[in-house]
């Protein structure tokens, strides 16, 4: 069972919406998925209040360090991938959560608090690897992305990034309606009314692609290569 993150130390980068659009369309393409909501003001949580019982779909609120490898372990029965939410911060309950994931999601909106947000993120990453070394598969997200930001310059971000060994998702998350909608209405892209939410078939289509990209990144069959323990030792020293 993949454990994906959604970091980034800077509120309103995109981490919650990201989260959510790759966990509703896991379990609309059949996969059992768990949604750890590890920040404290329950944006995911109050999704799932107000959205009712989703089809594979299972969040669990109010996550702490103390819980959260125990919720893991608890769900590599039941689910077939799992989310976690995180605050924007650099926290304990973050490097935990770092340090139990198979891969790292970084939401990057493109503005230099979001970059700056971003880039403390892979720091951290850094020093949790040169401190227990071992490995921390993560990458960069493209969120919010509009018509107004050109081709060109979404490709210096990823040139930069690249540059510095990052990987980027090659699927950006473009600014949509719909996507704000889900968190207003509750339910998912896919019970959403079409005529209602302009251009849903589009921001479908882009979620899509999204967890396709994940999907071929962490098949289901992924093997966990760090011991628990270990994970613990580093998170120690690094939080
Ligand atoms: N792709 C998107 N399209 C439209 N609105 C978005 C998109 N991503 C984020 N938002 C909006 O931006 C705000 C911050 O997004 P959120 O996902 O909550 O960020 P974070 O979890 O990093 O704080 C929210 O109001 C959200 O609805
Ligand atoms: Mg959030």
């Known amino acids: 069972m993949p454990v994906i993150s959604f970091a980034n130390a800077k ?37 799932h209040d107000i959205s009712g019982p989703q089809h ?7 996550v702490s360090v ?9 769900l590599s029965r039941s689910a077939d991938y799992t989310i976690i939410d995180l605050a924007g911060a650099r926290d ?14 970084i939401p990057v909106q493109g503005c230099a608090m979001d970059a700056r947000g971003g880039a403390q993120i892979l720091d951290l990453i850094k020093l949790m690897e040169d401190t227990g070394k071992l490995k921390i598969a993560h990458s960069v997200v493209l969120t919010r992305v509009t018509s107004m930001v050109t081709t ?14 990052v990987n980027v998702i090659d699927t950006p998350i473009v600014e949509r309606t719909a996507f704000r909608e889900i968190f207003d209405c509750g339910g998912t892209l896919y019970t959403m009314d079409a005529a209602k939410v302009s251009n849903l078939d589009r921001a479908r289509e882009n979620a899509q ?9 962490l098949p289901v069959k992924v093997i966990r290569s760090q011991e628990p323990r270990r994970f613990l030792r580093i998170v120690r020293n690094a939080a």
């Open 11 to 47: 509120g309103g980068a995109g981490k919650t919406t990201a989260a959510l659009l790759l966990a509703t369309e896991l379990a609309h393409q059949g996969y059992r998925v768990a949604i750890l909501d590890a920040d404290p003001q329950r944006w995911i949580s109050q999704w």
């Open 56 to 62: 594979n779909i299972e969040v669990i609120s109010e």
């Open 66 to 74: 103390a819980s959260l490898q125990g919720h893991i372990r608890e």
């Open 92 to 105: 304990a309950i973050v490097t935990t959560a770092i340090g139990l994931s198979d891969h790292v999601m």
């Open 152 to 165: 060109r310059a979404l490709l210096t971000i990823k040139g930069l990034l690249a540059a510095r060994g």
């Open 209 to 217: 692609a999204f967890a396709g990209e994940v999907m071929r990144l």
